[in-house]
C-alpha cells in the first residue's frame, strides 16, 4: 500500500481544511486508517483513526467535535474535515494504514504517507 496525503495550507484560526490521503493497492479496503501528526522536535501524536468498514472511528481529546474522519473505498481514499482550527493544530499531518488493528499508536501502522503541512495562523 502507498499512501500520498494532499489538502494542507495555510489558514487563519477558526478556518477549515480538509485533508485527503489517497491510497494505492487492491486491498486498501480492509486496512485500517488512522492520522498522526508532529511539530519539529516531538514525536508524532495520534489525531485520528478510522477502521476499514468505516463503522469505528476514533479522536484524539485535543480534536474531537471539531475533526471527522471518513473514507472512501470506492476511491481508495480517507479524509480528514478540519473545522474550528488553532494554532496548536499546526504540524505535518501524516496518514497510515495498519493492517491488523485500530490503533492510535505509530507502532501499529505498517504504512506511512509523506505528509503534508497545516499551518494556523492566529
Known amino acids: 500500500v502507498q499512501l500520498q496525503a494532499s489538502g494542507g495550507g495555510l489558514v487563519q484560526a477558526g478556518a477549515s481544511l480538509r485533508l485527503s490521503c489517497a491510497a494505492s493497492g487492491r486491498t486498501f479496503s480492509r486496512y485500517n486508517l488512522g492520522w498522526f501528526r508532529q511539530v519539529p522536535g516531538k514525536g508524532r501524536e495520534f489525531v485520528s483513526a478510522?477502521?476499514?468498514?468505516?463503522?469505528?472511528?476514533y479522536y484524539a481529546d485535543s480534536v474531537k467535535d471539531r475533526f471527522t474522519i471518513s473514507r472512501d473505498s470506492a476511491k481508495n481514499s480517507v479524509y480528514l474535515q478540519m473545522n474550528s482550527l488553532k494554532p496548536e493544530d499546526t504540524a505535518i499531518y501524516y496518514c497510515?494504514?495498519?493492517?491488523?488493528?485500530?490503533?492510535?499508536?505509530?507502532?501499529?501502522?505498517?504504512?506511512w504517507g509523506q505528509g503534508t503541512q497545516v499551518t494556523v495562523s492566529s
Open positions: 497510515a494504514a495498519a493492517r491488523n488493528e485500530l490503533a492510535h499508536t505509530t507502532g501499529k501502522y505498517d504504512y
Open positions: 478510522i477502521n476499514w468498514s468505516g463503522s469505528s472511528t
